[in-house]
């Protein structure tokens, strides 16, 4: 079974730009997941999807980051205009739940290493 | 709010030694479940155990075996006969209702031969 992937997996932009970032759940995962990963920490949530819909963004910074999963299926995260405060590691995860059910663990993909210069 | 701390930055063994991973969590939920997780080099964060919070029983697997004291809001990771490969970052992780997960900041282990 294939897991979650990502791209690119690395990316290299200069601060004012634009970049979007993909991700493709495992096959049959409802629910879908951005993280934003900064050195030495731990992930953070930045949204999650229940099929199609944003049922939590409230940790995404919505002056500049926008995301979408229009066909429930993958997804992309934008960033415009990107910051330096933006370098991170951006992992995308998926499971598959129902309603606020936690009992699914959450399967990661190997993330997309930004850098903002 | 919740939180999980991770108090061990880094750690590091010769290939054989027994390691524990120390993870403390504070939460206000009556029901919520606990998690850790693998970060190899590569990135990618791997699924090693989820437990809820009316289950402490100890569970074991293979060298891995995991300790939840609810009296001291611990959920500690043990790895038996440590060998190079378990290197990596691991990462304790909290949720309550609402499938958000709270993650520590990780320890990294280093396991040298």
């Known amino acids: 079974e294939a897991g979650v992937v990502q791209s690119p997996r690395y990316k290299i932009i200069e601060k004012k730009q634009p970049v979007a970032f993909w991700c493709n759940p495992i096959s049959g995962h409802n629910t879908l997941y951005w993280y934003r990963q900064n050195l030495g920490q731990g992930p953070e949530l930045l949204i999650r999807?229940?099929?199609?819909?944003?049922?939590?963004d409230s940790q995404l910074p919505k002056d500049r980051f926008s995301a979408e999963r229009l066909k429930g299926v993958d997804s992309t995260l934008k960033i415009q205009p990107a910051e330096l405060g933006d370098s991170a590691v951006y992992l995308c995860?998926?499971?598959?739940?129902?309603?606020?059910?936690?009992?699914?663990?959450?399967?990661f993909g190997p993330g997309t290493r930004l850098t903002v210069t | 709010a919740q939180k999980v701390t991770q108090a061990q930055t880094e750690i590091s063994v010769v290939e054989k030694e027994d390691v524990t991973l120390d993870c403390v969590y504070e939460?206000?939920?009556?029901?919520?479940?606990l998690f850790w997780y693998k970060q190899p080099p590569s990135g990618e964060l791997v699924f090693l155990i989820r437990r809820n919070s009316f289950d402490e029983q100890n569970e074991i697997s293979g060298r891995y075996s995991w300790n939840f004291q609810k009296s001291t809001s611990s959920f500690n990771f043990t790895i038996t006969a440590s060998q190079v490969v378990d290197s990596a970052v691991y990462f304790c992780?909290?949720?309550?209702?609402?499938?958000?997960?709270?993650f520590g900041t990780g320890t990294q282990l280093k396991v040298e031969l």
């Open positions: 995860a998926s499971s598959l739940e129902f309603g606020r059910n936690p009992l699914y663990e959450q399967y």
């Open positions: 999807y229940e099929n199609e819909e944003a049922v939590d």
């Open positions: 992780a909290l949720t309550g209702g609402g499938n958000k997960l709270t």
């Open positions: 939460t206000r939920d009556t029901t919520y479940y």
